[in-house]
């Protein structure tokens, strides 16, 4: 590998978008060649400053205001009315559609879990007040969630420079009660779930998986799993499941 | 693909969209350099996303969806304004910019140049990038993908890669520029 092609690969090996032997190349020749080790330093400061100093212009809040303003209004679902006549011969058909999704190759399948770790991320976002205890450190967040869970959390991951741990709440993940702890990083909000693992086909392999734009980790650790959802990028997520992971 | 939603499903659409609104005003702020326009896109393009809600497809990627939007207004009002701004576009930068400098020495003292850069520094850097360039390093620091950046700048993964990399060492160049002035 030349340094010329080289450099344009070094977003991609910030961003952990190479594949294993692409990365090894990176790597060997990032070994051997000064100057292309400089650059590549040079970028890691670059993004360093674009992260934490460039400054965030987030939307005020009279702008959001006038947004949220405009919306159209919500409509309530129509509850209680007869069954129709349509509705009869619409239920063998709903049948057989739906025992053609269940023997659908599972690679088109959406992940349902990704899906509600999305869906309760959002909530996190929609709510004026997403955290019902504000962050103090690990240590104030942490004895909030006993007695309003009925599991206990062993480890509340404090936060850093780069992730900084807002607050906490108690929130639903599928049919249990789950802690949910918000982080942030600039203006993405991230959301943790806590939840018990027990009968759900949690992932093993700390993956991110992608869908409505949106970035999830979904892991397993004893008999709780964990899920991390956020509009961050896939490397930046990854490392925060990292630090979460490792806080045991 | 495609179908008209209803106003239940059309509400919760932007219900959902109004989670990128800090997002897109950070956005469009970078790229106008300017708070009240900033202000303008944002709303230009709420307006323009619940107009086309029938065209959203569902369980696609509504943030690339809405930062495509925005993408558009900029470059109409853009061209609008063009007469009057002398910029050229980031594929007829020179060269001589992003090439990389071998000395070792010499990179050691621009990284401690770069290490002091404050942030209005940085973001004068950046609004010194032609369009095109910014728009790859605004897009990347929002996280997309390089497949998602291709789409919504309309050329292919390789021309992203190359032309973020040009943008980021011209990046680096101004603000040594602005370290040395």
Redesign the interface.
Known sequence: MT?AEL??????AARG?LDESQATAVAAHLGTC???R??S???R??DQ???A????????LA??R???A??????A?TTGTRPRRWMLLALPLGACAALLLVLRPHTDA?DPLVDEAISDH?RV??RDQPVDVESGGPHRVKPWFTGRLDFAVPHVYGGDDEFALIGGAVALFRDRKAALLVYKRQ??TISLLVFPSEGLALPSDGRVR??????VVLWRDGDLGYALCS????A?LQTLARRIADQR | MFGRRDASSRAELMREALAYADALHDFAYHLSASATEADDLVQETYARALGAADQFAAGTNLKAWLFRILQHLYIDSYRRQRDRRTEGGLDTTDGEAAAPRGDRAQHEIEQGQLKQVVGHEIEAALMMLPPEARLAVLFDLQGFSEAEMASLLGCAPGTVKSRLYRARAVLRELLRDHRER
């Open positions: 340094c450099q344009p690969l070094l977003r991609d978008r000064a100057a292309c400089a650059i330093e040079e970028e400061v670059l400053r674009l992260e100093q460039l400054p965030q212009r987030p939307a005020s702008l959001k006038r947004l949220a405009r919306l159209p209004p919500a409509v679902p959406r959002l976002v929609y203006l993405h992608q869908a409505r734009g949106f970035q509009d961050l990028n896939g930046d």
